[in-house]
């Protein structure tokens, strides 16, 4: 065998390593791209769990509709491949009861405001969640019963 021949030999054993090597990348990458969307699906499937049974829990008036929706815009919020806009559109009281209560302190912040404050701000929500509440009932209701798309 001639220098020239063991070169050729070695430069298609070399492609040969290389071809099986890129296949192995992809194989590996096509891997984890079905990885990624199994846990991307158990997360939407988590998280439309955890929204019918928050709906439900306000719907049957088990849970105040502030606390719902702070809640439920949330966890819509975080749904995979979801825009804030579509489900602005789609459950319009939800989101409008939102708006008014989102800014409101909670926990340690609520605890360090004077009673007065917390009083005006515990009138503000109980005025937005009578006039909000009642109609949130649609949104609720097929929030309840799995209506995402």
Request: with cysteine.
């Amino acid at each position: 065998m001639t220098v020239q021949g063991s070169m050729v030999l070695l430069a298609g054993l070399i492609i040969a390593v290389l071809t099986g090597y890129a296949a192995y990348l992809l194989w590996q990458l096509r891997q984890q791209r079905l990885a990624q969307q199994r846990a991307e699906q158990m997360r939407h499937s988590e998280l439309q769990a955890q929204i019918q049974l928050i709906a439900k829990a306000c719907h049957q008036q088990q849970c105040e509709p502030a606390e719902g929706a702070l809640r439920l815009v949330n966890l819509l919020r975080g749904l995979p491949g979801s825009h804030p806009d579509q489900w602005r559109q789609r459950f319009p009281a939800l989101h409008a009861l939102y708006d008014q209560i989102a800014e409101q302190p909670i926990l340690s912040a609520r605890k360090a405001l004077q009673r007065q404050e917390r009083m005006r701000l515990d009138l503000e929500l109980a005025r937005a969640q009578q006039q909000l509440g009642p109609a949130m009932s649609a949104d609720l209701a097929r929030l309840a019963d799995g209506q995402l798309t």
